[in-house]
């Protein structure tokens, strides 16, 4: 008898996730089955359900912040074997799962650079995501989950992660003064990360809510983006530093990334 499980499916044409039994993923070779324990919502997911993102089949299932245990595995050889054997040990199974599936096989994988690759997948996108109650996803992808961090903490690594490696590539130094455009998700932790590389911040957006919230998280300055825009972008910088009474900015972290930014 096949197993099944609930998932929240969206259907074509349709804004309403349903939730419908369905078959539980079978799994491939270097596969994992994880039950899953939390999903974080982002903007694209929500890009998804009204249309401006298309995935590539309907029904869909949403969802690629996701944290769980692993259930079961087939190991495509004796590595994956000994790193899931040692999941187990170390964290009882708990894993986050990266979203990001490079083929393994391209020229940009093969020179190591696999968030380049030129056939990747993603969970919750080309692949179906964790708004459901298991996901199969490969081994490769499981990330341990330390067991003092809890499983809706964890989801929070995929926007945490994102802006550290920005920074972290940046190379700030105490006293690097950092603008942060667009405070959701990405720019509230990037508030946080930049704090604690001793970093002054700039946080920078068009709504006052997220400026006050900017502000509770440690920004050092904040300013509504609709008071200063300029055609022209080195303007901009002299308006910022005037409007701030601020000599200079080092690092810009864009996380809304339109042209008007």
Same mark, same amino acid.
């Given at each position: 008898?096949?197993?099944?499980? !609930?998932?929240?499916?969206?259907? =074509?044409?349709?804004?309403?996730?349903?939730?419908?039994?369905?078959?539980?993923?079978?799994?491939?070779?270097?596969?994992?089955?994880?039950?899953?324990?939390?999903?974080?919502?982002?903007?694209?997911?929500?890009?998804?359900?009204?249309?401006?993102? !298309?995935?590539?089949? /309907?029904?869909?299932? +949403?969802?690629?912040?996701?944290?769980?245990?692993?259930?079961?595995? &087939?190991?495509?050889?004796?590595?994956?074997?000994?790193?899931?054997? %040692?999941?187990?040990?170390? %964290? =009882?199974?708990?894993?986050?799962?990266?979203?990001?599936?490079?083929?393994?096989?391209?020229?940009?994988?093969?020179?190591?650079?696999?968030?380049?690759?030129?056939?990747?997948?993603?969970?919750?996108?080309?692949?179906?995501?964790? /708004?459901?109650?298991?996901? #199969?996803?490969?081994?490769?992808?499981?990330?341990?989950?330390? !067991?003092?961090?809890?499983?809706?903490?964890?989801?929070?690594?995929?926007?945490?992660?994102?802006? /550290?490696?920005?920074?972290?590539?940046?190379?700030?130094?105490?006293?690097?003064?950092?603008?942060?455009?667009?405070?959701?998700?990405?720019?509230?932790?990037?508030?946080?990360?930049?704090?604690?590389?001793?970093?002054?911040?700039?946080?920078?957006?068009?709504?006052?809510?997220?400026?006050?919230?900017?502000? #509770?998280?440690?920004?050092?300055?904040? +300013?509504?983006?609709?008071?200063? /825009?300029? =055609?022209?972008?080195? =303007? &901009?910088?002299?308006?910022?530093? !005037?409007?701030?009474?601020?000599?200079?900015?080092?690092?810009?972290?864009? %996380?809304?990334?339109?042209?008007? %930014?």
């Amino acid at each position: 008898m096949e197993r099944v499980m !609930k998932a929240a499916l969206l259907y =074509e044409g349709s804004k309403e996730l349903i939730i419908r039994e369905i078959e539980v993923p079978k799994l491939n070779s270097g596969e994992a089955l994880i039950k899953v324990k939390a999903t974080g919502i982002c903007h694209s997911d929500l890009n998804i359900i009204d249309g401006v993102i !298309k995935p590539p089949r /309907y029904p869909h299932i +949403l969802g690629h912040e996701i944290a769980g245990i692993v259930e079961d595995f &087939i190991p495509i050889n004796i590595e994956e074997k000994r790193f899931v054997d %040692t999941l187990f040990q170390e %964290t =009882e199974g708990r894993v986050i799962v990266y979203f990001y599936i490079a083929c393994g096989r391209c020229f940009y994988c093969l020179r190591g650079e696999d968030n380049l690759c030129l056939n990747f997948r993603r969970i919750g996108f080309e692949e179906w995501g964790g /708004y459901a109650e298991y996901i #199969k996803t490969p081994i490769k992808n499981l990330i341990p989950l330390p !067991k003092t961090l809890n499983f809706n903490a964890a989801i929070l690594v995929d926007a945490g992660a994102t802006v /550290y490696r920005a920074l972290r590539k940046a190379k700030p130094l105490p006293g690097t003064m950092i603008a942060i455009i667009g405070i959701g998700g990405l720019g509230g932790m990037a508030i946080q990360i930049a704090k604690t590389f001793g970093a002054g911040v700039i946080a920078i957006d068009i709504i006052d809510e997220k400026l006050m919230y900017a502000k #509770k998280l440690g920004a050092d300055y904040t +300013l509504n983006f609709k008071e200063i /825009y300029c =055609e022209d972008v080195y =303007e &901009i910088g002299k308006i910022i530093k !005037k409007a701030l009474d601020i000599s200079y900015v080092d690092i810009v972290i864009d %996380t809304v990334g339109s042209s008007s %930014t």
